[in-house]
T-cell receptor, first 113, second 113 residues
Framework: EPEVTQTPSHQVTQMGQEVILRCVPI?????FYWYRQILGQKVEFLVS????????KSEIFDDQFSVERPDGSNFTLKIRSTKLEDSAMYFC???????????FGPGTRLLVL | RKEVEQDPGPFNVPEGATVAFNCTYS??????FFWYRQDCRKEPKLLMS???SGNEDGRFTAQLNRASQYISLLIRDSKLSDSATYLC??????????????FGQGTILTVHP
């Protein structure tokens, strides 16, 4: 069964550093998303991406964040100048052209020290 | 008012019990509805979509009441493996094929022997 994959599974970084989180969506999916979940809190939408551009973003997704689809398979989330409060689990998700549901990757646990 | 509201539980039930979870949502223009389950420190996994006519998948039955903006999930004959957090999820697509998922806080279920 096709799956969304994410790397790395864990990332530890120093405050102020830049991190890039990587995702490989399900191969025939066209819509890509990033969500985050701070420990003990609910899953929150960050951004959606379709046809090589952002289609929607939340107020969390400010200038510190950017997304890119650098090639035909990868979808990345870059966080510049990380802050302590960026520590969270970051989930990538994708959905197909006829799908209403979204399928999540296993997540990257980011810890900012 | 929270966009998606769930009773956080926890629900502790014996194997074989029937348990029901409820959820309300605030955006009347919401278009798609789902139950996901999330195991500890794992990604949300789609359990089932929820349709207006109600739908069943094995031991799981989901109901939607658009007039009351209310969603429910019934689990019959609970198994130990049903222990997880159950997430009520709503999507507003705004006429597009994609759209962000809005998650409830989750309801914790523990099934004991």
């Amino acid at each position: 069964e096709p799956e969304v994959t994410q790397t790395p599974s864990h990332q530890v970084t120093q405050m102020g550093q830049e991190v890039i989180l990587r995702c490989v969506p399900i191969s025939n999916h066209l819509y890509f998303y990033w969500y985050r979940q701070i420990l003990g809190q609910k899953v929150e939408f960050l951004v959606s991406f379709y046809n090589n551009e952002i289609s929607e973003k939340s107020e969390i997704f400010d200038d510190q964040f950017s997304v890119e689809r650098p090639d035909g398979s990868n979808f990345t989330l870059k966080i510049r100048s990380t802050k302590l409060e960026d520590s969270a689990m970051y989930f990538c998700a994708s959905s197909g052209p006829q799908e209403k549901a979204q399928y999540f990757g296993p997540g990257t646990r980011l810890l900012v020290l | 008012r929270k966009e998606v509201e769930q009773d956080p539980g926890p629900f502790n039930v014996p194997e074989g019990a029937t348990v029901a979870f409820n959820c309300t949502y605030s955006n009347s223009a919401s278009q798609s509805f789902f139950w996901y389950r999330q195991d500890c420190r794992k990604e949300p996994k789609l359990l089932m979509s929820v349709y207006s006519s109600g739908n069943e998948d094995g031991r799981f039955t989901a109901q939607l009441n658009r007039a009351s903006q209310y969603i429910s999930l019934l689990i019959r004959d609970s198994k130990l493996s049903d222990s997880a957090t159950y997430l009520c999820v709503v999507k507003y697509a705004g006429g597009t094929s994609y759209g962000k998922l809005t998650f409830g806080q989750g309801t914790i279920l523990t099934v004991h022997p």
